[in-house]
Nanobody
Framework: EVQIVESGGGLVQAGGSLRLSCVPSGFTVDDYTIAWFRQAPGKEREDVSCISKDADVMDYADSVKGRFTISRDSPKNTVYLQMNSLKPEDTATYYC???????????????????WGQGTQVTVSS
């Protein structure tokens, strides 16, 4: 069975850090592009970061550039999202998604991923 499990969310004060993990089963992190999205209550889903299948593209939303880092650990079959200098506006449910080869389509971040995790909650208090 193919599935994705995210973990690492929690409650943190503004300025703090969290590291999210994305672990797929049924495929490896080297097989597909993997991306992180987030959605806050009452807001649209937002793309956060992406690492391409060949790991030659790592992209970040402007709102998280310089604070978040995506990385891939192939032996552990895990993609991480290191989140530093967290802000209250980072509060959301964070989702990991996988599928395809590229982070972009027609110069826009892809949203048509095949597999999605259930999400992990990140809450940043002020």
């Amino acid at each position: 069975e193919v599935q994705i499990v995210e973990s690492g969310g929690g409650l943190v004060q503004a300025g703090g850090s969290l590291r999210l993990s994305c672990v797929p089963s049924g495929f490896t992190v080297d097989d597909y592009t993997i991306a992180w999205f987030r959605q806050a209550p009452g807001k649209e889903r937002e793309d956060v970061s992406c690492i391409s299948k060949d790991a030659d593209v790592m992209d970040y939303a402007d709102s998280v550039k310089g604070r978040f880092t995506i990385s891939r650990d192939s032996p552990k079959n895990t993609v991480y999202l290191q989140m530093n200098s967290l802000k209250p506006e980072d509060t959301a449910t964070y989702y990991c998604a996988a599928g395809g080869e590229y982070c972009f389509e027609n110069f826009e971040p892809r949203t048509d991923y095949t597999w999605w995790g259930q999400g992990t909650q990140v809450t940043v208090s002020s």
